[in-house]
């Protein structure tokens, strides 16, 4: 069936958990500013910055409002699979990860087996990518429930 995948656990000290609070709360935060604040040189919040990148602790970038950039339609989609092999699941996952309007793709365990997220600009977007999806991979997907997103009420960082 599916590979089971195993994140390698990574220890933090307190001043690594320091970092990513602050980087949490403002990505672009200077190097300086935020030596001073853990009481680190520069050059040691950069090497831990680098190590922390190198091992996946957290993925750089910014988070954008879609409705604010021309996709006002978000949905959730939980997928269930069926009579599935490692390398169709494979398959399956590096299509969506590839697909521009898939913004999230998470594997889960219950009754579902993964949950994509989609960003479209319209109904009919959302409904040709959900079409094109579920034909190109209808021998794999048993069900496919999306839920649409009226309002986000909370996006928080982890506090650390």
């Known amino acids: 069936m599916k ?27 200077k190097l300086t500013s935020i030596a001073k604040k853990v009481g680190l040189s520069i050059d040691s919040v950069n090497n831990r910055i680098k190590k922390m990148l190198e091992n996946h602790v957290f993925y750089p970038g910014i988070f954008v409002v879609p409705s604010t950039v021309g996709y006002p339609l978000t949905a ?14 494979d398959k399956f996952v590096s299509y969506l990860k590839n697909h521009p309007r898939v913004t999230s ?7 579902y087996d ?5 960003m479209t600009r319209n109904t009919n977007e959302m409904e040709e990518i959900s079409r094109k999806i579920r034909l190109e991979f209808s021998n794999l997907i048993f069900d496919w429930k999306a839920l649409f997103v009226v309002k986000v009420h909370k996006f928080e960082y982890y506090q650390l």
């Open 3 to 29: 590979k089971k995948t195993q994140e390698k656990s990574i220890i933090l000290d307190e001043k690594d958990k320091e970092i990513l609070n602050i980087l949490q709360l403002n990505g672009r935060e």
């Open 114 to 118: 993964i949950i994509c997220v989609l």
């Open 105 to 111: 793709l998470i594997s889960v365990m219950g009754d």
């Open 76 to 89: 959730s989609v939980y997928i269930k699979l069926h009579n599935i092999t490692d390398e169709e699941f």
